[in-house]
């Protein structure tokens, strides 16, 4: 019903940023929250940010506040990412997601998902 595609992703070095977008199909794109969550092999899917429909709410994992901003033009149904001052412990698998249960924190809550884009941070 939604398909969600990552794009952005790539290697960058220390200290540097990247924009990752992701653009939604679908009807009604404006009343679904919108996450990121990131993955490695060896973690747990980990919440990154969430957007409220409107765009007026957010929150921030502790690790990305102050260095990630989440926003969203629903003009063009589309959500980003933007990493400042990205550090190797960032490097993941970037995924969005779509909601509608707020602006909650765990995996189970949304209901689609994106491919991934592959972020890797150098040292």
């Known amino acids: 019903q939604v398909q969600l595609v990552e794009s952005g992703g790539g290697l960058v070095q220390a200290g540097g940023s990247l924009r990752l977008s992701c653009a939604a199909s679908?009807?009604?794109?404006?009343?679904?929250?919108m996450g990121w969550f990131r993955q490695t092999p060896r973690k747990e899917r980990e919440f990154v940010a969430a957007?409220?429909?409107?765009?007026?709410?957010?929150r921030y994992a502790d690790s990305v506040k102050g260095r990630f901003t989440i926003s969203r033009d629903n003009a063009k149904n589309t959500v980003y990412l933007q990493m400042n001052n990205l550090a190797p412990e960032d490097t993941a698998g970037y995924y969005c997601?779509?909601?509608?249960?707020?602006?909650?924190?765990?995996?189970?809550?949304?209901?689609?998902w994106g491919q991934g884009t592959q972020v890797t941070v150098s040292s």
């Open positions: 997601a779509a909601g509608r249960s707020g602006l909650v924190t765990t995996s189970d809550r949304y209901a689609y």
């Open positions: 679908g009807r009604s794109f404006s009343s679904y929250v």
């Open positions: 957007i409220s429909g409107a765009g007026i709410n957010t």
